[in-house]
């Protein structure tokens, strides 16, 4: 299932990272351990953070791809379903608006 990943990096240990130029091998580790079909960085609740999208085969991948960020950067980590204009329209929402109407 395809899902939106969410990561909101603390300052620390982020600006230690940086401070001992080590941040991006840590980065470029942690973007092969996650995989992710597209990444992008910004600012996430006034920290760095960073909006990937990943592919998870079954619920059991959330610690796989969430447990390298919670302990190397001490990450937050949000999941959010993320689907397709063909997925919406797999939904059946006209039907499901004659059910419940």
Do not use: C
């Not at 610690?63 to 980590?77: D, G, H, K, M, Q």
């Not at 397709?84 to 059910?99: I, K, M, V």
């Amino acid at each position: 299932m395809r899902m939106i990943m969410r990561v909101e990096l603390p300052l620390e240990p982020f600006n230690a990272q940086v401070r001992h130029g080590v941040i991006e091998a840590t980065m470029q580790k942690l973007l092969e351990a996650t995989a992710p079909e597209a990444a992008y960085f910004t600012e996430v609740n006034g920290h760095r953070g960073g909006i990937m999208i990943v592919d998870l085969a079954s619920p059991s991948d959330v610690p796989r791809l969430a447990e390298p960020w919670f302990l190397a950067l001490n990450a937050e980590v949000h999941f959010q379903i993320a689907m397709t204009p063909e997925d919406l329209g797999r939904a059946h929402l006209n039907a499901l608006g004659s059910q419940w109407a």
